[in-house]
């Protein structure tokens, strides 16, 4: 069983992008509007890549940001032990993977596996991996949808905290099917956080209790 650290209130989030960094907005504004009621505050927000809106995002909110490149690492494994070290120096009690399009390995999951929280645009465990929405148009599903969960070493197989579903229109497309999706991804991602920050969780094999 794995239950929430001790920490200070509000809960210390960092938040890892790769792209737009539309789901860190989200969050970001949730901490703006809600206050110390929240329950947390995102204090860094780091990136794979220079020059993407997500850092920007979080300059224009005053979040101090870094950015650890796979490319200026000889190895995969020492990427991922300078990104888990990176993440560590801002004393995070929960991780939020963002859009964070690179696959993380024993170092950080050691550091960070039971508090990195990721989404996906699907009701896992049905259409895993970076094609969701594309794999649940696929199939001929009439309902997917946007789950929230905990990240492990698998391919978005963690344990799940949260999920919506999202009814599939005839006319719809990847694209427009996504967007719906992203709308509820980005309050269920806000919702989710706020939750584990103020009322704390514990992690039970595959199920996450929240109080």
Known sequence: MAAAPERTSPARVVVLVSGSGTNLQALLD????????????????????DGIEGLRRAERAGVPTFV???????TRAEWDAA???????HR???VVSAGFMKIVG???????????????PALLPSFPGAHGVRDALAHGVRVTGCTV???DAGVDSGPII?????AIREADDEAALHERIKDVERRLLVDVVGR???DGYRIEGRKVHIP
């Open 30 to 49: 949730a901490v703006a509007e809600g206050g110390a009621a929240y329950g947390a505050e995102v204090v860094a927000v780091g990136a794979d890549r």
């Open 68 to 74: 650890c490149r796979v490319r200026d690492f000889a």
């Open 83 to 89: 990104l888990a070290g990176a993440v560590a120096a």
């Open 92 to 94: 995070p009690d929960l």
């Open 106 to 120: 024993t170092a950080f999951l050691a550091a960070f596996g039971d508090r990195t929280i990721n989404t996906h």
């Open 149 to 151: 969960h905990f990240m």
């Open 162 to 166: 949260a999920q919506e579903a999202v």
């Open 196 to 198: 584990l920050a103020r």
